[in-house]
């Protein structure tokens, strides 16, 4: 069921969008330059640095619902996930499976977790 958001235009609650196959529990994306070099004085003080293009390390973790989707992606594919990851400067690449961890017990339901990289250059 929606919420109903009460004096709270332009909050969102909640994940964006659905992921294939897997209940979404949560879409986490951390944004940051590909590389960061300093540049040090005589004293040691940073005077400057030279900053690479923006990547992001995405995770996806969720319940298991079906072979598809997430829970479908192969190391070196690029995958396109449903929610927003453009923030921040990037604008382009596709997203690569780093990790993979699957989890079952006796007491709960499958869940999944999938970390990418999206790195600009890579489409």
């Known amino acids: 069921m929606a919420?109903?958001?009460v004096n709270l235009s332009g909050f969102q609650r909640g994940c964006e969008l659905a992921e294939t196959g897997i209940n979404l529990e949560s879409f986490d994306v951390d944004s940051k330059p590909e590389y960061k070099d300093l540049m040090h004085n005589y004293l040691g003080e940073v005077i400057g640095f030279a900053a690479g293009p923006?990547?992001?390390e995405i995770s996806i973790s969720g319940e298991v619902t079906d072979s598809t989707g997430v829970i479908a992606v192969a190391i070196g594919s690029a995958f396109v996930p449903?929610?927003?990851t453009t923030q921040f400067g990037q604008s382009s690449g596709g997203c690569y499976p780093d990790s993979f961890t699957q989890t079952q017990s006796r007491d709960g339901f499958r869940k999944v977790s999938v970390k990418f990289s999206r790195y600009q250059g890579c489409a």
Request: avoid cysteine; charged fraction near 10%; glycine fraction near 0%.
């Open 54 to 56: 923006v990547m992001s």
């Open 82 to 84: 449903a929610n927003d």
């Open 3 to 5: 919420a109903t958001l």
